[in-house]
């Protein structure tokens, strides 16, 4: 079940996210009133055996089971890093591509099948996290920002929550704090901008009373 639009990030206390991949995958368990990590961890895929995503599921499910232990699966929703919109040079292939949606669609099939609301099925792209980073760092848009970057910078803004961690971890960090900052809200503006635009070529008075009930309803899903 995707949530955005429907519910309000304070019905959950934890957002799962993936930075996912078909051999290392990083996981941020999001604490969503406190605004901060509180676990990370990388599920590692082999990949020798007869059928390597199987093995992605396995373990994905395992994560699931263990975390429901826990806290409860009832309290958390997921969210995923978004998959690249084309193939880029350098190390990108048709084959890397191609696993990077074989895990997402794994990912998209265990949250179905145990009923684990999500954001939505695409992610934050890349491009979201990075924005936001060039925002806090008050850097121009021309401004390179590499993982290893990020890294530091949570290193230093969550430095008793996080030990030392991979990089993909700290990617997931970050993809959690860039959807429950400034992903989620955006969002809503830009479908109350559409609902707006919607409405003026409206002439029914009940069509647009219908309208602006729903610009409402958004607000109210609002974080800030």
């Not at 934050?124 to 970057?149: F, G, I, N, S």
Request: glycine share 4%.
């Amino acid at each position: 079940m995707e949530i955005k639009f429907r519910k309000k990030i304070g019905s959950y206390k934890y957002l799962i996210m993936f930075d996912l991949a078909s051999k290392i995958t990083g996981v941020c368990v999001w604490n969503i009133e406190k605004g901060e990590p509180m676990c990370t961890s990388v599920i590692n895929v082999k990949g020798d055996g007869e059928l390597p995503f199987a093995e992605l599921k396995a373990k994905i499910n395992n994560f699931f089971d263990e975390f429901d232990k826990e806290f409860g699966l009832k309290n958390c929703f997921v969210s995923k890093e978004m998959m690249p919109t084309q193939i880029h040079g350098g190390s990108s292939t048709v084959q890397t591509f191609v696993a990077l949606a074989k895990s997402h669609a794994i990912l998209d099939v265990c949250c179905y099948e145990r009923g684990i609301p999500c954001y939505d099925y695409k992610g934050v792209a890349p491009a979201t996290t990075h924005a936001y980073y060039r925002h806090l760092k008050e850097l121009t848009p021309k401004d390179k920002v590499t993982k290893e970057m990020v890294r530091d910078y949570l290193y230093e803004i969550f430095s008793k929550q996080m030990k030392t961690t991979t990089l993909d971890e700290t990617d997931a960090v970050f993809l959690a704090k860039t959807l429950c900052e400034v992903k989620w809200d955006n969002d809503i503006d830009e479908k109350i901008r559409k609902e707006k635009r919607h409405r003026k070529t409206l002439k029914a008075a009940h069509a647009i009373a219908a309208v602006d009930a729903e610009i409402e309803r958004l607000k109210n899903l609002k974080i800030n």
